[in-house]
C-alpha cells in the first residue's frame, strides 16, 4: 500500500490543485498525488489524462498485467491448475475516451505534388469564377434566368444523406440523431444521453454506471429492423430505463463525426454495434474497459441476456467501489461537519474573547475617566477653597457704628443659620456674593493675608440671592451696589443654583470649615 501523503508537506497551489482534482475525480489522496506530479501539477492535464483512463498511481505501482490471453499450443498443454486459473480472469479490452476534433477545423493538406499539378487548373477556376461574377454584376437577369431553367432539373438529396452532413456540436448532434429516429419509428422512451461520447463516458465513470455504446450506420440492411425490432422493443426499453441497472445509454450514427471516431477507437467492424462500457476497477482505479459487443441483428431476450451477463460479470467489483466511495464520501462528510462544528467553536471563543476584551476596555477606560473626574474634583476643590482665602482677604471690611449710610442685610443660609451684616452703601453686588460664599473662611477666622489668587480658575456662583416677599431675584449680572438693588435693609434668602439638597450643602460647608 502507498504511503500516506503528508499534506503539510505541499505548497498552497498544490494542495489547491490536488483539492480540485479529487473534488472531479473521487480519487484517493495517495493515487492523485503521483499523476499531478507527473503533470507538473496541472489540474486541467491531470484530469485529461486521468479520464483518458491512465492510472492514478502509474509511478507507485507497476503497470498492470494485460489479463488477455493468447491461446497458444505451450498455453493448452499448460498444467490444469494454471489453466483453471486463467479461466477464471476475465478479459477486458480498453475503452478510450473519445473527444472528437470538429470538421470544421480540420485541415487536409494535399500532398506536394498534387498540389503543384493541380495549380493550373485552381488559378483557372478562379479566373472563371471572378470572370462569371463580373457578368452577373452586368447582367443581373442572367443569373435568375439560368437559374429558373436548372431548377426542374436538378435531384434534392434523400433527407439524411451519409455524407455530407452539416457538422454541428456534441449535443446538437446527439438531438439530430434523436429526432431522425423519431421520424423514422414513431415516439420512444429510451432515455438517451444529451451529450457527446466524453460527456456519456466522464458520467458512467463518475456514477459507476454502465454506458451501453449503439451505433448504426444508415447504409447497413440490418439498422431498420434493429432498430424497430431491438432498440425500440418493450423489454429493451425496460431493461435500459431500469434504475436498478445503472445503465447510461448513448447512441449516434457513423454518418457523423463523432459517431464515426467512436466506432473506429472502439474498434467495430460490423453494424449496428453494442457495446457494454464499465468500470474496471480490477485493471486500474481510472480504467474503463469494453465488457460486451454485441453486432448484427439478434432477438430482443438475446440482446438483453447478453448484457446481463456482462453486467453480472462486473456487478461485484462495481458495488465495492460503490461501497468504498460511499464510505469516503460518508468520511469526508464527517470531516466536513468536524470542521464545521471546529470553525463554529473557534468562531464563538473568538467573540467570547473580544467581547471580554471589549468589557476590560471598557472597565479600564470608565476606571480612567473616573480617576480623571476624582482628580478634577480634587483640583477644583482646592482651587476653590484656595479662592475663597483670596476672596475673603480682599474683602472690605464691615462699617461701624459711625458710618450712617450703611445697608443692613439679613441673609438666611442654605442650612437654616441666619447671619447679619451691614455693607457700605456704595458696596457692589459682588461683594455681597463674596461674602455669602466666603462666609464660612471668615467665621473660622484663619489668616488669609498671604493667600494668592488661584491661577487658571473661574470661578462661577452656585447660588442666587432672593427676597421672598414679594419675590425678587437679585442677580449678579445685573450689577450695582447693595444700596442701589436692594435699598437701605433687606431679609435674602441664599438659594442653591441646580436644586442641591441641603445635607450636600451642609457637607460641603463642613469640609470648607475643616480646611
Known amino acids: 500500500m502507498a504511503d500516506e501523503v503528508d499534506i503539510a508537506a505541499l505548497s498552497a497551489d498544490q494542495q489547491l490543485a490536488l483539492q480540485q482534482f479529487t473534488a472531479v475525480t473521487d480519487q484517493a489522496l495517495q493515487d492523485a498525488v503521483p499523476l499531478l506530479e507527473r503533470c507538473q501539477w496541472n489540474v486541467q492535464i491531470a484530469i485529461a489524462r486521468f479520464f483518458d ?7 507507485a505501482q507497476p503497470a498492470p498485467q494485460d489479463v488477455r490471453r493468447q491461446e ?36 487536409m ?50 433527407s439524411r444523406p451519409s455524407a455530407g452532413r452539416r457538422p454541428l456540436n456534441p449535443r446538437d448532434t446527439a438531438a439530430r440523431f434523436v429526432r431522425e429516429l423519431e421520424e423514422d419509428y ?17 458520467l458512467a465513470k463518475k456514477g459507476l454506471k454502465f454506458l451501453l455504446v449503439v451505433l448504426v450506420s444508415p447504409e447497413h440492411d440490418l ?39 467512436v466506432s473506429t477507437a472502439l474498434n467495430c467492424t460490423k453494424f449496428p454495434f453494442s457495446g457494454l462500457i464499465v468500470h474496471t476497477p480490477s485493471v486500474s482505479s481510472s480504467a474503463m474497459g469494453i465488457a460486451a459487443r454485441l453486432s448484427g441483428l439478434m432477438p430482443p431476450s438475446q440482446y ?20 468504498q466511495r460511499a464510505e469516503q464520501n460518508a468520511t ?22 473580544r467581547k471580554k476584551k471589549e468589557a476590560a476596555e471598557a472597565a479600564a477606560a470608565a476606571e480612567v475617566a473616573a480617576r480623571a473626574a476624582e482628580e478634577a474634583a480634587e483640583r477644583h476643590a482646592n482651587q476653590l477653597a484656595q ?93 450695582g451696589t447693595v444700596k442701589e438693588r436692594i435699598g437701605r435693609s433687606g431679609n435674602l434668602i441664599v438659594e442653591r443654583i441646580g436644586g442641591d439638597d441641603e445635607s450636600e450643602d451642609e457637607e460641603e460647608e463642613e469640609e470648607e470649615e475643616e480646611q
Not at 483512463?53 to 509511478?59: D, I, L, M, R, V
Not at 497458444?72 to 478510450?96: D, Y
Not at 451691614?422 to 484663619?446: I, K, N, P, T, W
Open 53 to 59: 483512463g491512465e492510472p492514478a498511481a502509474a509511478a
Open 72 to 107: 497458444t499450443l505451450m498455453n493448452g498443454l499448460g498444467s490444469p491448475r494454471s489453466s483453471m486459473s486463467s479461466g477464471r480472469r476475465v478479459g477486458v479490452e480498453p475503452a478510450p475516451r473519445v473527444v472528437p476534433q470538429p470538421e470544421s477545423q480540420v485541415n
Open 109 to 158: 493538406q494535399a500532398p506536394l505534388v498534387f498540389t503543384l499539378l493541380w495549380a493550373p487548373v485552381s488559378l483557372l477556376y478562379s479566373l472563371l469564377a471572378k470572370y462569371f461574377r463580373f457578368m452577373g454584376y452586368l447582367f443581373p437577369f442572367v443569373p435568375r434566368t439560368w437559374g429558373r431553367l436548372t431548377a426542374s432539373n436538378i435531384r434534392h438529396p434523400p
Open 186 to 202: 414513431g415516439p420512444n422512451e429510451l432515455p438517451f444521453h444529451e451529450g457527446g461520447y466524453a460527456s456519456a463516458f466522464d
Open 223 to 261: 439498422t431498420p429492423s434493429f432498430l424497430r425490432d431491438t432498440l425500440l422493443s418493450p423489454e429493451v426499453v425496460t431493461f435500459i430505463r431500469d434504475p436498478a441497472n445503472n445503465i447510461l445509454l448513448w447512441a449516434g450514427s457513423v454518418s457523423d463525426s463523432e459517431a464515426y471516431s
Open 304 to 323: 438483453i441476456a447478453k448484457l446481463r451477463s456482462a453486467m453480472a460479470t462486473h456487478s461485484e467489483p462495481l458495488n465495492r467501489v460503490r461501497a
Open 332 to 353: 469526508r462528510n464527517i470531516r466536513e461537519q468536524q470542521d464545521s462544528a471546529y470553525e463554529r467553536s473557534l468562531a464563538t471563543d473568538r467573540e467570547r474573547a
Open 387 to 479: 479662592w475663597k482665602k483670596w476672596r475673603a482677604a480682599s474683602l472690605p471690611r464691615e462699617p461701624g457704628p459711625d458710618v450712617k449710610d450703611v445697608v443692613r442685610i439679613s441673609l438666611r443660609m442654605p442650612n437654616a443659620e441666619r447671619v447679619v451684616r451691614r455693607f457700605a452703601a456704595d458696596a457692589q453686588m459682588e461683594d455681597l456674593y463674596a461674602f455669602v460664599e466666603c462666609y464660612h473662611v471668615l467665621q473660622s477666622g484663619e489668616d488669609t493675608g498671604a493667600v494668592q489668587e488661584p491661577a487658571h480658575f473661574s470661578h462661577a456662583y452656585t447660588f442666587q440671592l432672593v427676597s421672598p416677599m414679594p419675590r425678587e431675584v437679585y442677580e449678579l449680572s445685573a450689577g
